[in-house]
Protein backbone atom coordinates (compact mmCIF):
# COMPACT_ATOMS: atom_id res chain seq x y z
CA UNK A 1 0.00 0.00 0.00
CA UNK A 2 1.13 3.56 -0.49
CA UNK A 3 3.05 4.98 1.97
CA UNK A 4 4.81 1.40 2.55
CA UNK A 5 8.59 1.65 4.43
CA UNK A 6 10.51 0.31 1.31
CA UNK A 7 8.38 2.19 -1.09
CA UNK A 8 9.07 5.33 0.99
CA UNK A 9 13.47 4.95 0.86
CA UNK A 10 13.25 4.57 -2.99
CA UNK A 11 10.72 7.63 -3.09
CA UNK A 12 13.35 9.66 -1.22
CA UNK A 13 16.44 8.18 -3.05
CA UNK A 14 15.43 9.13 -6.42
CA UNK A 15 13.97 12.27 -5.70
CA UNK A 16 17.71 12.98 -4.24
CA UNK A 17 19.03 11.64 -7.52
CA UNK A 18 17.26 12.37 -10.05
CA UNK A 19 17.88 16.69 -8.83
CA UNK A 20 20.60 17.18 -11.55
CA UNK A 21 18.87 15.26 -14.40
CA UNK A 22 15.85 16.85 -14.24
CA UNK A 23 14.33 18.97 -11.58
CA UNK A 24 10.81 19.03 -12.14
CA UNK A 25 10.84 14.92 -11.57
CA UNK A 26 12.93 15.54 -8.68
CA UNK A 27 9.99 18.06 -7.47
CA UNK A 28 7.31 15.80 -8.03
CA UNK A 29 8.99 12.73 -6.35
CA UNK A 30 9.64 14.87 -3.23
CA UNK A 31 5.97 16.20 -3.58
CA UNK A 32 4.68 12.58 -3.56
CA UNK A 33 6.60 11.43 -0.84
CA UNK A 34 5.41 14.18 1.80
CA UNK A 35 1.90 12.94 0.20
CA UNK A 36 3.02 9.46 1.22
CA UNK A 37 4.27 10.08 4.61
CA UNK A 38 1.49 11.98 5.35
CA UNK A 39 -1.29 9.50 3.62
CA UNK A 40 0.50 6.07 5.97
CA UNK A 41 -0.49 7.73 9.00
CA UNK A 42 -4.54 8.05 7.88
CA UNK A 43 -4.45 4.63 6.98
CA UNK A 44 -2.94 3.53 10.32
CA UNK A 45 -5.37 5.32 11.90
CA UNK A 46 -8.18 4.11 9.27
CA UNK A 47 -7.14 0.79 10.40
CA UNK A 48 -7.72 1.37 14.09
CA UNK A 49 -11.18 3.36 13.70
CA UNK A 50 -12.68 1.05 11.53
CA UNK A 51 -15.53 0.13 13.34
CA UNK A 52 -17.96 2.63 12.39
CA UNK A 53 -21.75 3.73 12.16
CA UNK A 54 -22.55 3.38 8.82
CA UNK A 55 -25.79 5.26 8.93
CA UNK A 56 -24.52 8.67 9.88
CA UNK A 57 -21.46 10.47 9.11
CA UNK A 58 -18.47 9.97 11.62
CA UNK A 59 -15.13 10.82 12.27
CA UNK A 60 -14.26 8.04 10.94
CA UNK A 61 -16.29 8.25 7.20
CA UNK A 62 -14.73 11.94 7.11
CA UNK A 63 -11.35 10.60 7.91
CA UNK A 64 -12.05 7.82 4.19
CA UNK A 65 -13.31 10.57 2.56
CA UNK A 66 -9.79 12.85 3.39
CA UNK A 67 -8.07 9.46 2.23
CA UNK A 68 -9.86 9.29 -0.65
CA UNK A 69 -8.75 13.13 -1.25
CA UNK A 70 -5.16 12.39 -0.70
CA UNK A 71 -5.23 9.33 -3.00
CA UNK A 72 -6.86 11.50 -6.33
CA UNK A 73 -3.85 13.94 -5.46
CA UNK A 74 -0.83 11.28 -5.27
CA UNK A 75 -2.52 10.07 -8.60
CA UNK A 76 -2.55 14.20 -9.91
CA UNK A 77 1.08 14.06 -9.11
CA UNK A 78 2.14 10.85 -10.67
CA UNK A 79 0.24 11.32 -13.87
CA UNK A 80 0.71 14.71 -14.56
CA UNK A 81 4.29 15.99 -12.73
CA UNK A 82 6.22 12.42 -12.73
CA UNK A 83 5.27 10.00 -15.82
CA UNK A 84 5.09 12.73 -18.56
CA UNK A 85 8.94 13.47 -17.26
CA UNK A 86 10.23 9.66 -16.98
CA UNK A 87 8.53 9.60 -20.63
CA UNK A 88 11.76 11.18 -21.48
CA UNK A 89 14.46 9.15 -20.35
CA UNK A 90 13.59 5.83 -22.43
CA UNK A 91 16.05 2.66 -23.68
CA UNK A 92 19.39 1.21 -22.10
CA UNK A 93 21.29 4.31 -21.51
CA UNK A 94 18.72 4.99 -18.45
CA UNK A 95 18.90 1.57 -17.11
CA UNK A 96 19.52 3.36 -14.07
CA UNK A 97 16.19 4.63 -13.73
CA UNK A 98 14.95 1.14 -13.87
CA UNK A 99 13.43 0.83 -10.13
CA UNK A 100 12.17 4.29 -10.34
CA UNK A 101 9.75 2.83 -13.73
CA UNK A 102 8.69 0.15 -11.50
CA UNK A 103 7.97 2.04 -8.57
CA UNK A 104 5.64 4.86 -10.69
CA UNK A 105 3.42 1.71 -11.59
CA UNK A 106 3.53 -0.05 -8.45
CA UNK A 107 2.30 3.87 -7.06
CA UNK A 108 -0.12 4.00 -10.01
CA UNK A 109 -1.71 0.98 -8.73
CA UNK A 110 -1.65 1.81 -4.56
CA UNK A 111 -3.06 5.07 -5.21
CA UNK A 112 -6.04 3.16 -7.28
CA UNK A 113 -5.98 0.14 -4.48
CA UNK A 114 -7.13 3.12 -1.68
CA UNK A 115 -10.16 4.17 -4.20
CA UNK A 116 -11.27 0.22 -4.67
CA UNK A 117 -10.95 0.39 -0.34
CA UNK A 118 -12.75 3.56 0.07
CA UNK A 119 -14.93 5.02 -2.18
CA UNK A 120 -17.23 2.28 -2.18
CA UNK A 121 -20.27 3.19 -0.55
CA UNK A 122 -22.69 5.76 -0.50
CA UNK A 123 -21.19 7.42 2.70
CA UNK A 124 -17.72 7.28 1.48
CA UNK A 125 -18.47 8.05 -2.08
CA UNK A 126 -17.55 11.37 -3.22
CA UNK A 127 -16.76 13.77 -6.51
CA UNK A 128 -13.01 13.13 -6.63
CA UNK A 129 -13.17 10.74 -9.04
CA UNK A 130 -9.63 9.70 -10.02
CA UNK A 131 -8.39 10.12 -13.92
CA UNK A 132 -6.98 6.75 -14.85
CA UNK A 133 -5.59 6.17 -18.30
CA UNK A 134 -7.51 3.97 -20.85
CA UNK A 135 -6.60 -0.08 -20.30
CA UNK A 136 -5.14 -2.30 -22.72
CA UNK A 137 -8.86 -3.12 -24.27
CA UNK A 138 -9.70 0.70 -25.24
CA UNK A 139 -12.20 0.41 -22.25
CA UNK A 140 -11.98 3.80 -19.91
CA UNK A 141 -11.34 2.66 -16.23
CA UNK A 142 -14.27 4.66 -14.86
CA UNK A 143 -16.78 3.77 -16.73
CA UNK A 144 -19.51 1.50 -14.99
CA UNK A 145 -19.07 -2.43 -15.69
CA UNK A 146 -22.68 -3.51 -14.37
CA UNK A 147 -23.47 -6.65 -16.29
CA UNK A 148 -19.86 -7.38 -16.99
CA UNK A 149 -18.26 -11.05 -16.43
CA UNK A 150 -16.18 -11.85 -13.66
CA UNK A 151 -12.53 -11.24 -13.80
CA UNK A 152 -9.91 -13.64 -12.15
CA UNK A 153 -12.50 -14.28 -10.02
CA UNK A 154 -14.28 -11.22 -8.77
CA UNK A 155 -18.06 -11.47 -8.34
CA UNK A 156 -20.95 -10.03 -9.56
CA UNK A 157 -21.04 -7.13 -6.62
CA UNK A 158 -17.17 -6.49 -7.29
CA UNK A 159 -17.07 -6.90 -10.79
CA UNK A 160 -19.88 -4.20 -11.40
CA UNK A 161 -17.45 -1.63 -9.37
CA UNK A 162 -15.77 1.09 -11.22
CA UNK A 163 -11.84 0.94 -9.78
CA UNK A 164 -11.92 -2.79 -9.69
CA UNK A 165 -10.81 -3.39 -13.38
CA UNK A 166 -8.60 -0.70 -13.88
CA UNK A 167 -6.57 -1.27 -10.88
CA UNK A 168 -6.20 -4.91 -11.89
CA UNK A 169 -5.12 -3.50 -15.17
CA UNK A 170 -2.55 -1.65 -13.11
CA UNK A 171 -1.17 -4.17 -11.03
CA UNK A 172 -0.84 -6.30 -14.06
CA UNK A 173 1.06 -3.84 -15.90
CA UNK A 174 3.29 -3.18 -12.62
CA UNK A 175 4.07 -6.72 -12.10
CA UNK A 176 5.07 -6.93 -15.58
CA UNK A 177 7.02 -3.79 -15.40
CA UNK A 178 8.84 -5.75 -12.22
CA UNK A 179 9.20 -8.72 -14.42
CA UNK A 180 11.03 -7.47 -17.04
CA UNK A 181 13.15 -4.84 -14.70
CA UNK A 182 14.31 -6.73 -11.80
CA UNK A 183 15.32 -9.45 -10.62
CA UNK A 184 12.93 -11.31 -8.22
CA UNK A 185 14.59 -11.08 -5.13
CA UNK A 186 14.82 -7.06 -5.26
CA UNK A 187 12.55 -5.16 -2.81
CA UNK A 188 10.59 -3.53 -5.15
CA UNK A 189 9.54 -6.55 -7.22
CA UNK A 190 8.37 -8.44 -3.97
CA UNK A 191 6.42 -5.09 -3.02
CA UNK A 192 4.99 -5.05 -5.73
CA UNK A 193 3.67 -9.21 -5.71
CA UNK A 194 2.83 -8.03 -2.06
CA UNK A 195 0.21 -5.52 -2.50
CA UNK A 196 -1.15 -7.35 -5.47
CA UNK A 197 -1.72 -10.69 -4.05
CA UNK A 198 -3.74 -8.80 -0.93
CA UNK A 199 -5.58 -7.00 -3.70
CA UNK A 200 -6.58 -10.10 -5.32
CA UNK A 201 -7.64 -11.95 -1.68
CA UNK A 202 -9.40 -9.21 -0.29
CA UNK A 203 -10.89 -6.75 -3.33
CA UNK A 204 -11.76 -9.60 -6.05
CA UNK A 205 -11.87 -12.26 -3.53
CA UNK A 206 -9.77 -14.15 -6.20
CA UNK A 207 -8.18 -16.41 -3.05
CA UNK A 208 -6.39 -19.13 -5.25
CA UNK A 209 -4.63 -16.76 -7.60
CA UNK A 210 -3.52 -14.43 -4.39
CA UNK A 211 -1.50 -17.38 -2.72
CA UNK A 212 -0.50 -18.66 -6.28
CA UNK A 213 0.57 -14.85 -6.98
CA UNK A 214 2.61 -14.86 -3.05
CA UNK A 215 4.00 -18.15 -3.67
CA UNK A 216 5.42 -17.37 -6.68
CA UNK A 217 7.07 -14.22 -5.49
CA UNK A 218 8.62 -16.52 -2.97
CA UNK A 219 9.86 -18.79 -5.51
CA UNK A 220 11.13 -16.57 -7.84
CA UNK A 221 13.31 -14.29 -4.81
CA UNK A 222 14.51 -17.54 -3.42
CA UNK A 223 15.78 -18.34 -6.83
CA UNK A 224 17.33 -15.55 -7.81
CA UNK A 225 18.87 -14.74 -4.77
CA UNK A 226 22.56 -14.57 -6.19
CA UNK A 227 21.16 -11.21 -7.43
CA UNK A 228 20.96 -9.49 -3.92
CA UNK A 229 23.05 -6.18 -3.82
CA UNK A 230 25.29 -6.30 -1.09
CA UNK A 231 23.30 -3.95 1.22
CA UNK A 232 22.10 -4.89 4.62
CA UNK A 233 19.49 -2.52 4.28
CA UNK A 234 17.97 -4.38 1.36
CA UNK A 235 18.80 -7.54 2.78
CA UNK A 236 16.59 -7.18 5.64
CA UNK A 237 13.54 -5.29 3.62
CA UNK A 238 13.93 -8.79 1.02
CA UNK A 239 14.10 -10.91 4.88
CA UNK A 240 10.56 -8.89 5.61
CA UNK A 241 8.82 -8.74 2.54
CA UNK A 242 9.66 -12.60 1.81
CA UNK A 243 8.31 -13.82 5.18
CA UNK A 244 4.97 -11.40 4.61
CA UNK A 245 4.25 -12.81 0.95
CA UNK A 246 4.48 -16.51 2.98
CA UNK A 247 2.11 -15.79 4.90
CA UNK A 248 -0.10 -14.92 2.29
CA UNK A 249 0.57 -17.65 0.11
CA UNK A 250 -0.56 -20.26 3.41
CA UNK A 251 -3.84 -17.83 3.84
CA UNK A 252 -6.46 -19.54 3.77
CA UNK A 253 -10.55 -18.36 2.73
CA UNK A 254 -12.08 -16.14 5.36
CA UNK A 255 -14.48 -18.47 7.64
CA UNK A 256 -18.49 -17.90 6.69
CA UNK A 257 -18.94 -17.40 10.06
CA UNK A 258 -20.24 -13.85 10.74
CA UNK A 259 -17.27 -11.29 11.15
CA UNK A 260 -17.34 -7.14 12.03
CA UNK A 261 -17.63 -5.41 8.69
CA UNK A 262 -16.50 -1.90 7.52
CA UNK A 263 -18.84 -0.56 4.95
CA UNK A 264 -20.06 -4.25 3.42
CA UNK A 265 -16.27 -5.11 3.37
CA UNK A 266 -14.96 -7.51 5.71
CA UNK A 267 -12.45 -6.95 8.60
CA UNK A 268 -9.87 -8.73 6.69
CA UNK A 269 -9.66 -6.18 4.36
CA UNK A 270 -8.26 -3.74 6.55
CA UNK A 271 -5.69 -6.05 7.78
CA UNK A 272 -1.96 -4.93 8.27
CA UNK A 273 -0.93 -6.27 4.58
CA UNK A 274 -3.72 -4.22 2.97
CA UNK A 275 -3.59 -0.96 4.97
Same mark, same amino acid.
Given at each position: ???????????????????????????? +???? /??? *?? %????? $?????? =????????????????????????E????????????????????????????? +???? /??? *?? %????? $???H?? =??????????????????????????????????I????????P?????????????Q /???????????????????L????????????????????????????????????????????????????????????????????M??????
Amino acid at each position: MVGSEVDQKYIGAFAKTTAGLNAMLSAG +LYKL /LGL *ST %LLSRK $LLRARK =QRKLDPTRTTKSLDLYRHIIWMAREGLTILQNEIQPEMANYVGSKYASLNELRV +LVAK /LNA *SF %LHIFV $LFDHTY =QTRTTMVPQVPKMSNGVNGTAHLNGSPGINGVGAINSSYAYITPTLDAFNKAEECARQ /LLPGSHPLRLSVKLEYSAFLYDCTKDYENARHVAQRAVDEAVASMDAMPDDEEAFEDYMELVGSLGVLAKRGEPSPKPSPRMNGYTDDMANGHVI
